[in-house]
């Protein structure tokens, strides 16, 4: 299971940074992916980093706010958030992808989800 931590309540406008502590296992994946959910609203796809490729993914919504990295000596995956919004409001996930049957942006692919960490964006 992955753990993620950094939530917090923050201005809009302002900047958090989420980290998310995988064991060894997860990181033979093909790679890991945030998610977050909202109130009320199903849990949608946030962010991706491909451990062969390195290459990111991100949703339309958080392109050029957010950025995910890995680091692999410590076996961890950050989710540096910039410019904040009051509709960036959810817990957030972050998961490992298993298969790539599916999407990186499906939640379909992705096992071993952490228990989310809140992030409150206040206007």
């Known amino acids: 299971q992955l753990v993620e931590y950094g939530g917090g309540l923050v201005q809009a406008g302002g900047s958090l940074r989420l980290s998310c502590a995988a064991s060894?296992?997860?990181?033979?994946?093909?790679?890991v992916g945030w998610f977050r959910q909202a109130p009320g609203k199903e849990r949608e796809f946030v962010a991706h980093?491909?451990?062969?490729?390195?290459?990111?993914y991100y949703a339309d919504s958080v392109k050029g706010r957010f950025t995910i990295s890995r680091d692999n000596a410590k076996n961890m995956v950050y989710l540096q958030m910039n410019s904040l919004k009051p509709e960036d409001t959810a817990v957030y996930y972050c998961?490992?992808?298993?298969?790539?049957?599916?999407?990186?942006?499906?939640?379909?692919?992705?096992?071993?989800w952490g228990q989310g960490t809140l992030v409150t964006v206040s206007s």
């Open positions: 998961a490992a992808r298993i298969s790539s049957a599916s999407s990186y942006s499906s939640l379909e692919g992705y096992a071993y």
């Open positions: 060894g296992l997860t990181f033979s994946s093909i790679g």
């Open positions: 980093v491909s451990f062969a490729s390195g290459r990111t």
